[in-house]
């Protein structure tokens, strides 16, 4: 699956980065597009083959997304969004 990652668009908002990926995500899923990772000039060759997206992706049908949120002191989560439809 594309790999995508909002704040890269956005910056860092502390305690809100979380929700505001979580609403990313589900924008991308009901609208149909992926958004890039905004300034990434070259990958590592190590990623050459990974799908990370650098340019928006339009008309996708996107059936669920995963978020995840790493926050300070330790503060991890995980999203799971699927599509009512899919």
Do not use: W
Request: charge should be negative; include cysteine; aromatic fraction near 6%.
């Amino acid at each position: 699956p594309p790999i995508s990652a909002t704040k890269s668009l956005t910056g860092h908002s502390l305690g809100a980065t979380g929700v505001q990926e979580a609403i990313y995500s589900l924008l991308m899923m009901n609208n149909g597009f992926i958004c890039e990772s905004a300034h990434i000039e070259e990958l590592d060759p190590v990623f050459a083959d990974m799908p990370i997206v650098r340019k928006r992706i339009d008309n996708a049908k996107i059936g669920a997304v995963l978020s995840n949120s790493f926050g300070f002191g330790g503060t991890n989560a995980t999203l799971v969004f699927k599509h009512v439809d899919a």
